[in-house]
């Protein structure tokens, strides 16, 4: 039977460490959504346009990979694209409360609905885009922390958002 999973975030921008867990779950599964996070009261500093632009470039050599973006509840959306599954990249005991508090929540909405959690790489454990977005606003130097086609629009817009 075919497995469709969904891979949730905002990817404000997709870092080496999501690019990590979207390629291992395109390895166990048969198809892959990831699915960029509209939420207006969060105000990203790259659209949702970009954000999915972003993750498209980056994901391009994976042919069973789909972008997309969701508004609501992640369980309704699942439930509408015929998810099997979320997969999820756990970094370190501060992202387990909050992520075990979500995977119940999600269960009791749609009790179908299974959360896989994938840990994160060692290389990338440390990834954040919060951390991203800082270090670029600042003038550091991105490179081992994003896709290499993506990060001098990267840096360029956090240059210019700090001005
Ligand atoms: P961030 O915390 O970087 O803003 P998102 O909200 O976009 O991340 O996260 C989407 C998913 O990717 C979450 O499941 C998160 O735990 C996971 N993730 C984020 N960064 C990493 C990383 N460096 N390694 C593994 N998983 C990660």
């Not at 969904?6 to 997709?14: A, L, T």
């Not at 509209?38 to 990203?44: G, L, Q, T």
Request: charged residues 25%; negative net charge.
């Amino acid at each position: 039977m075919s497995k469709t999973v969904i891979c949730p975030g905002s990817f404000d921008p997709v870092t080496l460490g999501h690019l990590d867990i979207i390629k291992r779950a395109a390895k166990m599964f048969d198809h892959v959504i990831v699915a960029v996070l509209v939420n207006s009261a969060k105000s990203p500093c790259f659209s949702t346009e970009e954000r999915m632009r972003f993750l498209e470039e980056v994901t391009g050599d994976i042919e069973n990979v789909e972008i997309s973006s969701f508004d609501g509840l992640l369980a309704e959306y699942c439930k509408q694209r015929g998810a099997d599954a979320i997969v999820k990249g756990l970094r370190a005991v501060s992202d387990f409360e909050y992520e075990f508090q979500m995977a119940i929540t999600n269960k009791k909405i749609n009790p179908e609905l299974e959360t896989i959690f994938l840990m994160a790489n060692a290389d990338s454990m440390y990834l954040s885009s919060s951390m991203v977005r800082e270090v670029a606003a600042m003038g550091g130097d991105i490179t081992n922390f994003v896709p290499d086609c993506i990060r001098d629009e990267i840096v360029e817009r956090m240059l210019t958002l700090r001005k």
